[in-house]
């Protein structure tokens, strides 16, 4: 081995390639040779390129962006959840109190790993129902390069945990294709999970493609076993390349919903809400005003009158919803919690000092999609909001526990954006786009504790971390110019360093935003508001009236909380912000708006093809639940070839969801048996089960799921070789597939299953050597 150590130590030279060739096209171009060859290696000079290396001086990154965090939930902006790590990285770094994101999801999680603006990079709206206009795609565009991918390429080590809500729906299965995984966007490795939200207790998880085995890890909620795993790879990054960057970027899908946290951390606020949402909200103003927050003279805004005031709720409804809170606070603390294990790692390990941390605290404002009363079960909730309330109040004690998909009533999430109007989903008002931010680099903050009032938005992190590290970065331009093949869009924010040192807020800026047909308009310290009146809970019919949108203006740089409309004092003004605001619409493939919801839209997506015939080959197959088939709504016959391996066998023969929202046709005991879950309430569970078991060894089972008419009643019939085993009615054929990344399942039920089964996450006690289904 001692030759192998000296041909190491003189493999060394003086310049790298890319000092000598420019960052502007990437990957960076190999250099030319500049040894000599000779007929033996003894005789030839070795040269002296090396591999990419990160610029000197580059630092570690760590980002952290939370799921539907309101603007005053966390202690560190004056809320009532105590979250010590966040406000830890904020004595140490810059809170930034005008710092805005697009108002949902997707969207938000392009324009945070890009910089450009969302409808540029091609994520208009939620990943899981593209279309096909250009805005829309779903997926992050070639020409709008990640963070990540820059990074990468020049010489950082790149990994991402948690919530990637950037793949299409249909192209989360292993079929592919790959390049809208985070694995395809430049990160070298990934855990985590690629839906819009997750179960805490049964998540849906995967190690860069693959799916990660349900009992891959202690049976820990998400949020610890990613920070968890965060803390392995940094340890291993750190083994493998001591002197080598890294970006590592969590973002563990918490506050969203389900609210679900350990019953420990619950318990530590036990009648903390007794008080309500108007009293929490005017409590946490005063601490906002006290902190700095919010400017002195900050008007508080009034409850919308669609969100009823606390004390016209009965007993039993300020019980259940007290109870939501207190999970949703216990949730957010155990999010700080393993936040401040990454941060202790670091530190312990000597990196700290020499990381940039950035806290991002929610994609949008907090969510009340949940409706005015809240919900134990959030995808049955939607758009109908029509939960028994005994059943919602008789589940208050399981709250928080992995038997329910909570979350909170809108009154909360009106609280938790203080001072500030509406939610989640309006891009038209602050509530919907303003969030806290906290930026920390040891040594490059004037005022450590400080609190900026600069403009910020989430497309201005890439420009910061390029700028961090030392990348070449010119304005208005594309920057790199081409990245594996792809010409460059130019970057749409702009970094924040500078502001470190000097916050400027009266820095210019104009900034559009642009969600389900709700807009608004940032320039120069005005704020253009276009409302269409559709609430956060409420989706549109696919086909009806145009909304009428209502135009409202405000002027921020005097009005934080956006409080005082001066439309009708302003005409002029109104105006102009009016042509600005289509222009940078057109600008930036906004158009078409679509003021629809997600259940109208995924209707939409999921209308059938017309293929007939489907065919799966074994078991251990499992497809997203909102691709095809459909197996809801319409009818179809399903023939499962079975081999058992006894006559007792148990397990999942076929299973759609969870149960949430779902159904299984599996074995118990051998006896074949269908149920049919519209939610956990018993009520809306129906059980079809034969008299007796199946044979062991070769035979068939047949599912006749027969709708009178599309998404009416429908009737289920079992049988065998042509043997009638069972029969039953449900009273209807349409359900949702509920819970994060819910899959069809064959010959098992992965993730949240839609039953108890007798064998561990329905693994069937046999083969399946293939499933036929036919539609009529």
């Given at each position: ?17 890319q ?32 591999p ?40 140490q ?32 709206w ?11 795609g ?77 009992q ?18 940094i340890?291993?990054?750190?083994a ?18 389900p ?42 805004t ?6 009823p ?5 009965t ?23 393993q936040?401040?294990?990454?941060l ?18 929610g ?9 005015p ?15 028994a ?112 040192a ?73 105006k ?5 605001w ?17 259940m ?64 299984s046709?599996?074995l118990d005991?051998g006896?074949?048996?269908f ?39 429908a ?62």
């Open positions: 081995m001692g030759w192998l150590l000296a041909a190491t130590v003189l493999s060394g030279g003086t310049a790298n390639a000092e000598e060739t420019g960052r502007a096209v990437l990957p960076v171009p190999t250099a030319p040779f500049d040894g000599t060859f000779a007929e033996n290696v003894l005789d030839a000079r070795r040269g002296t390129a090396r990419v290396s990160a610029p000197v001086g580059a630092p570690n990154m760590f980002v952290m962006m939370s799921d539907d965090v309101g603007f005053a939930m966390s202690s560190a902006f004056g809320g009532p959840v105590p979250t010590p790590n966040f406000e830890r990285v904020a004595a770094g810059q809170r930034y109190n005008r710092f805005h994101t697009t108002g949902i999801c997707s969207p938000s999680r392009a324009a945070l790993l890009t910089g450009r603006n969302h409808h540029a990079a091609g994520v208009g939620l990943s899981d129902v593209p279309s096909p206009y250009p805005g829309y779903g997926k992050i565009l070639p020409e709008t390069a990640t963070v990540a991918q820059i990074l990468r390429l020049n010489g950082y080590n790149t990994a991402m945990f948690g919530k990637h809500h950037n793949t299409p729906s249909n192209e989360r299965s292993e079929a592919g294709p790959f390049d809208a995984w985070p694995t395809g966007l430049g990160f070298e490795y990934f855990y985590g999970f690629v839906s819009g939200d997750s179960d805490q207790y049964s998540p849906m998880l995967y190690r860069g493609v693959q799916r990660a085995d349900p891959d890890g202690p049976r820990e909620l998400l949020d610890k076993r990613l920070a968890d795993d965060m803390i392995r790879w340890h291993n990054q750190k493998g390349a001591p002197d080598k960057p890294f970006l590592a970027y969590l973002a563990p899908g918490s506050t969203h919903a609210h679900q946290a350990p019953p420990a951390y619950i318990a530590r606020f036990k009648g903390k809400f007794d008080q309500g949402w108007d009293k929490v909200r005017e409590e946490t103003f005063r601490r906002q005003v006290a902190m700095g927050i919010v400017p002195e003279g900050t008007r508080l009034p409850r919308p009158p669609e969100i005031a606390w004390d016209t709720l007993p039993a409804q300020k019980a259940f919803a007290a109870r939501t809170m207190e999970v949703a606070a216990a949730q957010l603390v155990f999010q700080d919690e936040v401040g294990r990454v202790d790692e670091l530190q312990r390990m000597g990196q700290l000092d020499n990381t940039i941390v950035a806290i991002i605290e994609d949008n404002g907090a969510s009340a999609e949940a409706g009363r809240g919900t134990i079960n959030e995808m049955r909730s939607m758009g109908r909001h029509d939960e309330e005994a059943w919602m109040t008789a589940n208050l004690d399981r709250l928080g526990g992995p038997d329910t998909y909570e979350s909170y009533p809108a009154g909360w999430t009106w609280a938790m954006n203080t001072p500030l109007r509406w939610t989640k989903q309006y891009a038209s008002m602050l509530g919907g786009i303003r969030n806290g931010m906290i930026l920390s680099w040891k040594g490059h903050v004037a005022r450590p504790g400080s609190i900026c009032g600069q403009f910020s938005h989430l497309v201005d992190m890439a420009p910061t971390l390029l700028d961090a590290a030392h990348v070449p970065m010119p304005a208005n331009v594309p920057m790199p110019a081409n990245v594996l093949g792809s010409a460059q869009k130019p970057l749409d924010g702009r970094s924040l360093l500078p502001g470190l000097s916050c400027d807020p009266a820095m210019p800026r104009t900034q559009y935003f642009e969600i389900g047909g709700k807009v608004g308009l940032y320039h120069d310290g005005w704020f253009l508001s276009g409302d269409d009146g559709r609430m956060a809970w409420e989706n549109l019919p696919p086909e009806g009236p145009r909304p009428r949108m209502q135009w409202s203006l405000y002027n921020l740089s005097k009005d934080f909380s956006q409080s005082i409309d001066l439309a009708a004092k302003e005409p002029e003004r109104l102009r912000m009016l042509e600005l289509q222009q940078e619409a057109r600008r930036n493939n906004v158009f078409p708006l679509d003021h629809r919801f997600a109208a839209r995924a209707v939409a997506a999921m209308r059938p093809s017309g293929r007939k015939q489907f065919t799966f080959w074994g078991k251990d197959v499992s497809i997203p639940s909102t691709t095809e088939p459909v197996l809801i709504g319409r009818s179809f016959t399903l023939d499962a070839d079975l081999r058992l391996d006894t006559a007792s066998a148990s397990g999942a023969v076929v299973a759609l969801g969870s149960r949430f929202g779902g159904w046709l599996y005991r006896v074949p048996t149920v049919w879950a519209r939610s956990t309430d018993p009520d809306e569970i129906v059980r079809v089960r034969a008299a007796h078991a199946l044979p062991q060894g070769a035979t068939t089972l047949r599912l006749r799921f027969a709708v009178a008419k599309p998404g009416g009643p009737e289920i019939a079992l049988s065998t070789g042509g043997e009638e085993l069972a029969r039953g009615s449900l009273p209807t054929s349409i359900l949702t597939p509920a819970g994060g990344g819910e899959t069809l399942d064959i010959g098992r039920d992965l993730g949240v299953t839609v039953t108890d089964y007798p064998v561990p996450h329905g693994a069937i006690e046999g083969d399946i050597p293939r499933i036929s289904i036919t539609f009529d």
